[in-house]
């Protein structure tokens, strides 16, 4: 079973930058097929991004030229490396497979506001 801890997470102002961790513990992991969500109250979850083990990256059009996912088998981690955040940015993210195999972790608040 693995587990999922999302980090990094906090208050930036629009035009500012953060970068998002997912740390991996548990069992065998593959950064393959592994994604960024993101949810706001009241909405379905959203994958924004997400990466092969070959390293093709896929991006949903709101974020696409200013997120940036990248993955690290041996460390078992995955980033988001966010930048020209804008307030419809802000959502709790969380990470998991494309297919969305394992348990969801407790995210990380991201909140982009003057």
């Known amino acids: 079973q693995v587990q999922l801890v999302e980090s990094g997470g906090g208050l930036v102002q629009p035009g500012g930058s953060l970068r998002l961790s997912c740390a991996a513990s548990g069992s065998i992991f593959s950064i393959n097929a592994m994604g960024w969500y993101r949810q706001v109250p009241g909405k379905q979850r959203e994958l924004v991004a997400y990466i092969t083990s070959r390293g093709r990256t896929n991006y949903a059009d709101s974020v696409k030229g200013r997120f940036t996912i990248s993955g690290d088998n041996a460390n078992m981690t995955v980033y988001l490396e966010m930048n020209g955040l804008k307030p419809e940015d802000t959502a709790v993210y969380y990470c998991?497979?494309?297919?969305?195999?394992?348990?969801w972790g407790q995210g990380t608040q991201v909140t982009v506001s003057s």
């Open positions: 998991n497979k494309v297919t969305q195999t394992y348990s």
